[in-house]
Every structure is written in C-alpha cells, then in structure tokens.
Nanobody, 125 residues
Framework: QVQLVESGGGLVQTGASLRLSCTAS????????MGWFRQAPGNEREVVAA????????DYINSVKGRFTISLDNAKNTVYLEMKSLRPEDTALYYC??????????????????WGQGTQVTVSS
C-alpha cells in the first residue's frame, strides 16, 4: 500500500505558475500509474492529468493542455504537476492518486486505488 502527501498549493494571481508535488511512501511510485485530480466547491472531482506506469505516456483534460505538465521523479518517489498560466477556473482542491492499472494513463476516478488528502490552489482574478 502507498501513502500520498500533496504540497505546493497556494493563492496566486491569474497568469501565475505553481508546481504541486505528491510524495509517496510505503511503496515506489514506479509501480503505479499516477494522476492529478481537482475538485471545486459544488463540483465533482475531475481528472486533470495522468501519467502511465513507467512515466512515458501522459494524458490531460482539454482545459489544461499546453498549460499543465505531469511528471515523475522516481528517485524522489514524487509526482509533480507543473501549472502555468493559471486561471480563476483552476481554483480547486487538488489531489494526487495512484492506480495499479499499468496499460495506459488512467483518466477515470474509479480506476484509482490510493488518494492523498489534497492541496488547495486558489487563483484570484
């Protein structure tokens, strides 16, 4: 079993950048597919980005393509979400998650097995 802890959230202005980190313990993240989700008040949790087991294939929702980048650092057992050109609509609680599925970047909520507690990102206009 893996434990996940997110960090790096904060309050920023429109157009700013942030890098979220998700550090794992208990097992190596190299054995999982990893993903970032977000949930704004009153909304369902939605996937933002995913990276396949092995770290070579990624996928993103359309609204963040070209602005967000998901990456892995296996030596640090950490997955990152680099966010640029932030918009007020990116405001949400951001979660990382781990999936035991290895065949593809996992873009479905129900296919993740382990979750962190989240880190808040607030983008002011």
């Amino acid at each position: 079993q893996v434990q996940l802890v997110e960090s790096g959230g904060g309050l920023v202005q429109t157009g700013a950048s942030l890098r979220l980190s998700c550090t794992a313990s208990g097992r190596s993240i190299s054995t999982y597919a990893m993903g970032w989700f977000r949930q704004a008040p009153g909304n369902e949790r939605e996937v933002v980005a995913a990276i396949r087991f092995g770290g070579r294939v990624t996928d993103y929702i359309n609204s963040v393509k070209g602005r967000f980048t998901i990456s892995l650092d296996n030596a640090k057992n950490t997955v990152y979400l680099e966010m640029k050109s932030l918009r007020p609509e990116d405001t949400a609680l951001y979660y990382c998650a781990a999936s035991r599925i290895r065949a593809y970047p996992v873009m479905k909520f129900g296919e993740y097995d382990y979750w962190g507690q989240g880190t808040q990102v607030t983008v002011s206009s």
